[in-house]
T-cell receptor, first 113, second 116 residues
Framework: TQLLEQSPQFLSIQEGENLTVYCNSSSVFSSLQWYRQEPGEGPVLLVTVVTGGEVKKLKRLTFQFGDARKDSSLHITAAQPGDTGLYLCAGVGSGGGADGLTFGKGTHLIIQP | GAGVSQSPSNKVTEKGKDVELRCDPISGHTALYWYRQSLGQGLEFLIYFQGNSAPDKSGLPSDRFSAERTGGSVSTLTIQRTQQEDSAVYLC??????????????FGEGSWLTVV
């Protein structure tokens, strides 16, 4: 079983601060996805990183895939209240298919105005 | 609608009763997934349908859980003899194909099940 550990589990910061969320595993993934989930809604895909060392930017969000494809980070610059939500990472195993997508437990992020 | 539609959005049921949760995927999507999200837990895979192939049921937690997909479109997840530990949000998702790499999976808003 491939496990993904996310840290921190909870984070509450002031508007304008920077933050980093981590997603770690002892397993290698063919790709890794980040989702954001708001209360009462389903997760929404933010990005997929595929290549070891890959960095992708989505406005103030920067996603990085570790060189060994075992870990990833999400960095948010100048956080806004609209960034509040549950951030989930999901690793895609080499086997693919539905049970090849393993989710972490998520990071609950609150941005205080 | 344009997105994945789930019903009911909320369901409160008594322990021991059966419940049915419905999912209407995005039109044309061949792959359909059911996940369960419990408080403080990540998404737990339940079952996966791909086209006309036999479903991948490897994530179903017990034989009280079953799902079917009729006509390659709408899916129903059935939980028989519900238990309190079944309380969770049940999320349905669909994607154009069953391959994750380079593919986007779209989630519905979920059905919140409370067993009392």
């Amino acid at each position: 079983t491939q496990l993904l550990e996310q840290s921190p589990q909870f984070l509450s910061i002031q508007e304008g601060e920077n933050l980093t969320v981590y997603c770690n595993s002892s397993s290698v993934f063919s790709s890794l996805q980040w989702y954001r989930q708001e209360p009462g809604e389903g997760p929404v895909l933010l990005v997929t990183v595929v290549t070891g060392g890959e960095v992708k930017k989505l406005k103030r969000l920067t996603f990085q895939f570790g060189d060994a494809r075992k870990d990833s980070s999400l960095h948010i610059t100048a956080a806004q209240p609209g960034d509040t939500g549950l951030y989930l990472c999901a690793g895609v195993g080499s086997g693919g298919g539905a049970d090849g997508l393993t989710f972490g437990k998520g990071t609950h992020l609150i941005i205080q105005p | 609608g344009a997105g994945v539609s789930q019903s009911p959005s909320n369901k409160v049921t008594e322990k021991g009763k059966d419940v049915e949760l419905r999912c209407d995927p995005i039109s044309g999507h061949t792959a359909l997934y059911w996940y369960r999200q419990s408080l403080g837990q990540g998404l737990e895979f339940l079952i996966y349908f791909q086209g006309n192939s036999a479903p991948d049921k490897s994530g179903l937690p017990s034989d009280r859980f079953s799902a079917e997909r009729t006509g390659g479109s709408v899916s129903t997840l059935t939980i028989q003899r519900t238990q309190q530990e079944d309380s969770a949000v049940y999320l349905c998702a669909s994607s154009p194909t069953g391959q994750f790499a380079g593919n986007t999976i779209y989630f519905g808003e979920g059905s919140w099940l409370t067993v009392v």
